[in-house]
């Protein structure tokens, strides 16, 4: 697989696999690559077959050092290794710039194969039973950073 970061081409790739996860409750206009979002696709065969994005949480966010993960893969392309590989290209990007210290995002609990996936890079987690979450953080840096 092939990682490159997202170019506004993709977006509607992007946005049917957004939605085969989010039954179209996800819409963006455009792939901001601003404001600390950035967004990496993975390519099979000249195709997009899933991304992974880093952006604030909250505008608020926009200001620290603190990203949102969000991964998404082709249904028929899951449990061939991409998550994970597009995973650690946002770890390396954010390790290696000053992009951010602490990678935050949630998952259902009942996804026990994410969540496994997630600790192995260090990913810590915390259930939210009030919200069925799972919520994981990873330190890139330490805070003194």
């Known amino acids: 697989m ?5 170019k506004n081409s993709d977006l509607d790739t992007i946005n049917s696999i957004r939605i085969e996860y989010s039954q179209g409750l996800i819409n963006h206009s455009d792939i901001p690559n ?5 967004t990496f696709v993975g390519i099979i065969d000249d195709s997009v077959i899933g991304y ?3 952006s604030p ?3 608020k966010d926009q200001y620290s050092n603190e990203v949102f993960l969000s991964v998404f893969i ?16 946002a770890i390396e990007h954010s390790e290696n710039s000053k992009f951010a210290n602490l990678i935050k995002l949630a998952v259902s609990p009942k996804n ?6 997630y600790k192995d890079f260090g990913f810590i987690s915390d259930i939210d039973e009030k919200k069925h979450l799972c ?10 950073a």
Not at 74 to 82: A, L, R, V, W
Not at 112 to 117: D, L, N, T, Y
């Open 34 to 38: 601003h404001l600390g979002f950035i």
């Open 2 to 6: 092939i990682i490159r970061i997202a």
């Open 74 to 89: 082709k249904s028929k392309f899951q449990g061939n290794k991409y998550g994970p590989q597009l995973i650690a290209k």
């Open 135 to 144: 919520k994981m953080v990873l330190y890139t840096k330490s805070p003194e």
């Open 57 to 59: 949480e909250t505008e």
């Open 52 to 54: 992974i994005s880093l």
């Open 112 to 117: 026990e194969r994410a969540i496994k996936i």
